[in-house]
């Protein structure tokens, strides 16, 4: 385990692969930590340097008051990889990761020179959304809306199998100040304009039973960025670099092949 002192936080991060191969980076989703990608980092071809990190609020990383800005978990990724020395990365970023990827991507073309939008969008729904959201966790803890988070999270099979406990028991642990934060981060963020600007290489992956972010919203994102590519995976939800991860695993080599990033 290993930790990057940014001074007003201090951020999780794991390396697997080679350390002067071409760096991937990884930012989860709400609610989950860098294990999320356990699965699909195993699959990936060898050479590459594997970078996966905990947003503020959310695993070992520790978890400052909130409300957090969306601003905030951008600049926590571009100092990320400024700590570890990282420019010209591929960043893939599932939901709120998926978010702080485009806004990464705006901000800094240098560290960024493609990027991965899984399960994500330019805005994730609305202000009263996620004012009810954060009420209930506020009235009940993050355990009142769990059972509602694994449905949208996970097909119907995977639902029923003993493998969601564990990703329940992930959510339900994590910080409520930095799940909140994080919420509050989403809630205010509409990168429509900003994102439409942006002309990198790009692919986005949307599950086909995802009650989070439907593809329909993904592909919406995905024609914002011109050459920008779209791939369903059927068959899983929110999160299918869990419920498919061979699946997700190959999707991303083909596009790291695609773009160079690794030899064909």
């Not at 385990?1 to 999780?12: N, Q």
């Not at 209930?136 to 059972?147: D, P, Y």
């Not at 599950?207 to 791939?231: M, Q």
């Given at each position: ?12 991060y ?119 959201r ?15 988070t ?106 790291l ?7 064909d």
């Open positions: 385990m290993k930790i990057a002192d940014l001074g007003d936080v201090a951020l999780h794991r390396e697997d692969g080679d350390p002067d191969g071409p760096p991937v980076v990884f930012s989860n989703p709400l609610g989950c930590d860098l294990r999320v990608w356990d699965a699909v980092v195993e699959l990936l071809p060898p050479g590459l340097r594997a970078i996966r990190y905990d947003m503020r609020g959310h695993g070992l990383s520790s978890c400052p008051p909130g409300p957090y800005a969306m601003g905030v978990l951008v600049r926590d990724a571009e100092r990320l990889l400024e700590f570890l020395g990282v420019r010209d990365c591929v960043f893939v970023g599932l939901s709120i990761g998926g978010m702080i990827a485009q806004g990464l991507a705006v901000k800094r073309l240098d560290l960024v020179r493609a990027m991965v939008l899984s399960n994500t969008a330019a805005k994730i729904g609305t202000a009263a959304i996620w004012q009810d954060m009420a209930m966790v506020c009235a009940g803890g993050i355990e009142a809306l769990a059972e509602g694994m449905d949208r999270w996970f097909s119907r099979p995977f639902r029923q199998s003993p493998d969601c406990a564990l990703w329940r028991n992930m959510l339900t642990r994590q910080p409520v100040e930095g799940y909140l934060g994080c919420c509050a981060a989403i809630s205010g963020t509409d990168f429509y304009t900003p994102t439409a600007s942006l002309t990198l290489p790009t692919l986005a992956i949307a599950g086909s039973e995802d009650g989070s972010t439907p593809p329909d919203l993904v592909r919406e994102t995905a024609a914002l960025i011109k050459g920008a590519h779209f791939h369903l995976i059927r068959g899983a939800g929110h999160l299918p670099c869990v419920e498919k991860p061979g699946d997700y695993a190959d999707v991303l080599t083909a596009f092949k695609e773009i160079g990033h690794v030899a």
